[in-house]
């Protein structure tokens, strides 16, 4: 948990000129510093292309600015940025990287305190890590962290060379898998929902909950970044970490303590009651689709095969839907469905508790639909919760007509993201890793998702493209539900903004 409240450190950004720095970190950052949060601090940007620090102190203003006012004070926060141009493979390098370091520690007194975030593609992580083992950046007097962004391997294999590479170098406890749905105002408030109400923890369990269904989809096609995601998909991009750490903290067992431990080790119990899904049972508890060309906004969009660096007659997954159980006393029997996409007919986040239908439905009324009670938590782009409940219909008689409670927090996009960067970085600079994801989680997410990729890896989907862009999926994620006698409750009706 958090070891100092104001942190400092030398933070070292290897990837500085890419794109997830300039619109995350940097804003972050300086959101960070704006706030007074940081105490003592320095940043070495790391990137290939040669830069000096002015040109690059000039990209952060930039990259700052474009994502919201800033005061008189950025000339200070810039002033303690400096630039290494730098070869990954290169020993020199790092040595030169590493009197840098000494210099900027001794310079502002920021105690040994290094961070290592690591915003550049994954095949250079391991021998980032190994190299700053090897060439002594990680011999310090104070704390030394690895911050990792994803993707941390593309399968359980990769995933464990991957770790082994930089456990050389940092201790468990050292490292920061990035989830950055777990920075999100809406996934943590999914934790106090649950433990700090009396009204849902009785009833958190198969005896009133029916199902539980998480959507995330986007509106946005692969658009350039087709070259990874031909390898990646759906299913590795999306359900690996953001979907499944979702699920296991709704899933998740109340912790002894709000400990990073107590809290991580629930976590994992979770992902170990995971029911595998193997073989012929794939198809049978999960769909996948593909986008197939059709109409945003009036604006006519390609399919993915027509997409770039895509193949054409590619079997990548860009949607996936599956009914995941959970094995054990508290959900045996209950589905949680998971649906994620790109291409959607909108762009949502959101998580619905649909609780059972009462033992006798008093107010049953021939063709008029049942109303069960939901929770919804709406974790993006509007965040809040909302409970659907049933009560009397104003006027004579006594019919019943469902109503909503809304929670809406503040809902703006687009500040979302950088807060979630921002409160990240915050607990990486703190030494709270709570909200980043244990070995342990990315193992087991890594082996039931192996078991899935495995069979649609080899069997190619005949029916790709099978869902027109700017709808909400296959037909066939609808019937996964209706199976069981559920559908799919539509994100657009149950928006909090429209309650
Ligand atoms: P990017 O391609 O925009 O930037 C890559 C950076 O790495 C650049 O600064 C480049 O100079 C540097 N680099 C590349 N090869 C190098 C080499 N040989 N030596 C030294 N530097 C080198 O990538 P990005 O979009 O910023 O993504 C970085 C990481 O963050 C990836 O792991 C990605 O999956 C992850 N990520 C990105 C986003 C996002 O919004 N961009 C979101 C989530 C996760």
Known sequence: MAQTEKPTALIMIFGATGDLANRKLFPSLYNLFEKGKLDKFAVVGVARRSLSNEEFQLRVKESVKENGETEADIEEFVSK?????????DSSSYLALGKLAEELDSHYGLNGNRIFYLAMAPEFFGTIAEHLKKDKLTDVAGFKRLVIEKPFGHDLESAKVLNKQIRKAFSEDEIYRIDHYLGKEMVQNIEVIRFANAMFEPLWNNRYISNIQVTSSETLGVEERGRYYEKSGALRDMVQNHMLQMVSLLA????????????????????????PVKGEEVNEYFVRGQYDKGSMNETDVPAYRQEEMVNPESNTETFVAGRLMIDNFRWAGVPFYIRTGKRMKAKSTKIVIQFKDIPMDLYYQPEKTVNPNLLVIHIQPEEGITLHLNAKKSGQGTDATPVK????????????????YEKLLFDSLRGDATNFTHWDEVALSWSFVDNISAVWENTKEPSFPNYASGSMGPDAADKLLEKDGFFWWPITEIDVEKC
Do not use: C, Q, W
């Open 252 to 275: 998740m067992e109340p912790p002894i303590k709000l400990t990073t431990d107590e809290i991580r080790s629930e976590k994992v119990r979770v992902f170990r009651a995971l029911r």
């Open 81 to 89: 940025f400096y630039y290494h141009s730098h070869d990954v493979t």
């Open 405 to 420: 409670l809304n929670y809406a927090n503040k809902g703006i996009d687009g500040l979302n993201t950088p807060e979630a």
